[in-house]
């Protein structure tokens, strides 16, 4: 396992990070805490959660369900310190978390964090991350009608006051670093160019998704997070399982998160099905695993700091951590390229 340091902070995480969104649906405590037992003795450190989690399906019944599994884990296990801690608070518009859709602001900073972390059994979380924009966002395949200019002024001062409150709670010990989620090029230069004007905390991370079907960050933000030292934190690197192969031809296991969330959050098309089943067919052709494939690819990005894996059971688990010991050979990567050339933007 590798580690990277989180932006231009103290924290060093593993090269791939546990994530926890089916905790509380889809796997119950005891399947949790064999993932996070199993995780930490293959040298991962970094686990990823949110308080609206589990999202298989999403709930307001069921909204904080994985913070809570997580501090029973601390609470049973006593190994707090072995783990860098990221959680993040909802963005407007969302109902789950119990304020009535309210936009991220100091008032709901403050609230927020101090559930997540009654709920997490702790003191302070490692990273702490706003999970999408006040503004709204381009991801989850929102990028055929994103709007910008429809955006109202006086975003920077917004953006200001929920900074100056993150300043606020670091120096009162409640988080370590700060990071962005869903994000574009411009709010994060934003947040950036806020924080070293008013001495505040730097953007440490950015969670956004990112696969092989996926790569929007290769560009702009790539070179953003490059020349100011902001790691991607990058979900849905299977593309939600279709990069393991298991939904081709159509299959929907019982079980899998394509019976319980549809489309995958517009993830299954006519258009991506068949290039998924393509980079399948790379793999398969040098003997690779999918899903290895398709996770070492993302971890040897440059600008990756950690890929957050989810996994329902064990199997699949130890299949994705396999992936640490993978090394793509050079036809491997010209075979991808190839197929890429094909299809760009196939979700």
């Known amino acids: 396992m590798r580690y990277t340091t989180l932006g231009r902070t103290e924290l060093r ?29 293959q040298g991962v450190n970094f686990l990823d959660t949110a308080e609206m989690y589990p999202t298989t399906p999403l709930s307001a019944g069921t909204s904080g369900e994985t913070e809570r ?85 006086g975003q920077a001062e917004e953006m200001l006051a929920i900074l100056e409150t993150l300043g606020e709670l670091t120096r009162e010990g409640k988080i370590r670093a700060v990071g962005l989620s869903n994000e574009s090029a411009w709010g994060t230069a934003t947040y950036l160019r806020l924080a070293e004007a008013h001495g505040l905390p730097r953007i440490a991370s950015i969670q956004n998704e990112y696969s092989l079907m996926c ?24 593309a939600a399982g279709l990069l ?41 052709r040098h003997g690779l695993d999918p899903a290895q494939m398709a996770l070492a690819f993302a971890a040897a990005r440059p600008f990756m700091a950690s890929v957050i894996i989810g ?23 010209r075979d991808i390229a190839a197929l890429r050339r094909r299809h760009p933007r196939p979700l």
């Not at 991220?104 to 009654?118: E, F, Q, V, Y």
Request: with cysteine.
């Open 13 to 41: 995480v593993s090269n791939f990070c546990l994530g926890t969104m089916t905790w509380g649906t889809q796997n119950s405590d005891a399947e949790a805490f064999q993932q996070i037992d199993y995780a930490l003795d």
């Open 69 to 153: 599994i997580i501090g029973r884990w601390f609470a049973k296990t006593g190994r707090r310190e072995e783990v860098v801690l990221a959680t993040k608070i909802v963005g407007a518009g969302n109902r789950t978390a119990g304020r009535d859709g309210a936009p991220i602001g100091p008032a709901t900073l403050r609230l927020a964090l101090d559930d997540s972390l009654r709920r997490l059994g702790t003191d302070r979380v490692d990273l702490y991350q706003l999970h999408w924009p006040n503004r709204g966002s381009y991801h989850f395949r929102r990028d055929w009608t994103f709007a910008p200019e429809e955006q109202p002024r």
């Open 215 to 238: 790569r929007s960050f290769d560009l702009d933000l790539a070179e953003l997070c490059h020349h100011e030292d902001v790691g991607l934190l990058a979900y849905s690197p299977l």
């Open 244 to 284: 393991t192969g298991k939904y081709a031809g159509g299959a929907r296991p019982a079980g899998s998160r394509a019976t319980i969330n549809g489309d995958l959050g517009g993830r299954i098309s006519v258009h991506s099905e068949p290039v998924a089943e393509a980079y399948v067919a790379i793999a398969r």
């Open 311 to 333: 996994a329902t059971s064990m199997e699949q688990l130890r299949t994705d951590l396999g992936a640490a010991d993978v090394t793509l050979p050079a036809e491997v990567l």
